[in-house]
């Protein structure tokens, strides 16, 4: 044995380098940590937006009202006296297949003559004008409404017939569609009622199977040889066009076929 050994303390400075290094992984850590938080939070927004998107895309695609008919009605007095024009447009109306539900009280439907045209909502909506159509009845009574958009008026917006359009439900087995509510699901069929009466024509008391008195001016002549174009436009959806010629004479006709 040795008894005079000697101990030295070496200096090392691995060690600091080592902290150091530690302190740069434990950042570059929490930086990748902030980093992929970030882009899993706009992943997920991204992906929230794009299925919203999705779906008001296929919305918009899918969504789409059909015509099956129009037909005319010509107000009279009698079998032999009956108006020059068309006072009466009955569309019946349903979705196509694949279609989302429309509320048809959003529907917005434009007619002309060719010369006037008329932008009518649905009676019982009450934002476009600040007023639902005069004299509307949430009753599921569709005659007594289709009696008040004939003949009935209001300071605002003015005449019924000029602004509004009413409906009348054919089939409807989830009870889905009302005078209030009227929401059309696939499968469901209605009546929409656009009133055409002509200035000449306010006079005459009745109208299909309804009697009235006074009739009001829609503003509209659907004469004999008239181009008519209807465009239908639902809240969210494909618009639906339905262009037409009436016949050059409807003889003693009272009901008249106009499409398709």
Do not use: C, W
């Not at 909502?121 to 476009?128: L, P």
């Not at 439900?169 to 009227?182: H, L, V």
């Amino acid at each position: 044995m040795k008894a005079n050994t000697k101990m030295h303390l070496r200096k090392d400075t691995r060690a600091q380098v080592g902290i150091g290094t530690l302190i740069i992984f434990i950042a570059m850590v929490l930086v990748a940590a902030v980093a992929a938080a970030v882009l899993i939070q706009t992943s997920g927004i991204l992906q929230q937006k794009a299925q919203a998107t999705g779906k008001q895309s296929t919305q918009e695609v899918s969504s789409n009202l059909m015509i099956k008919n129009i037909e005319g009605i010509r107000a009279k007095d009698s079998a032999t006296d009956m108006a020059g024009n068309l006072s009466l447009l009955k569309l019946n109306v349903g979705l196509n297949v694949g279609s989302s539900p429309v509320d048809v009280n959003q529907v917005v439907i434009s007619i002309t003559d060719g010369t006037a045209t008329n932008n009518l909502i649905y009676a019982n909506n009450a934002k476009t004008h600040g007023y639902v159509m005069k004299d509307f009845s949430a009753s599921n009574n569709a005659s007594v409404n289709l009696n008040k958009l004939l003949t009935a008026t209001q300071a605002v917006p003015g005449d019924n017939a000029k602004y509004f359009f009413t409906a009348e439900k054919i089939r409807d087995e989830d009870g889905s569609f009302s005078q209030e509510k009227p929401i059309l699901n696939t499968g469901d069929l209605v009546t929409l009622y656009l009133s055409t009466v002509a200035s000449a024509d306010t006079g005459f008391t009745q109208v299909g199977s309804l009697t009235t008195t006074g009739l009001k001016d829609s503003g509209l002549v659907i004469g004999p040889r008239a181009t008519v174009n209807i465009v239908l436009t639902p809240e969210a959806g494909a618009t639906t066009m339905a262009d037409f010629v009436t016949p050059s004479s409807y003889g003693i006709r009272e009901n008249v076929q106009l499409y398709p």
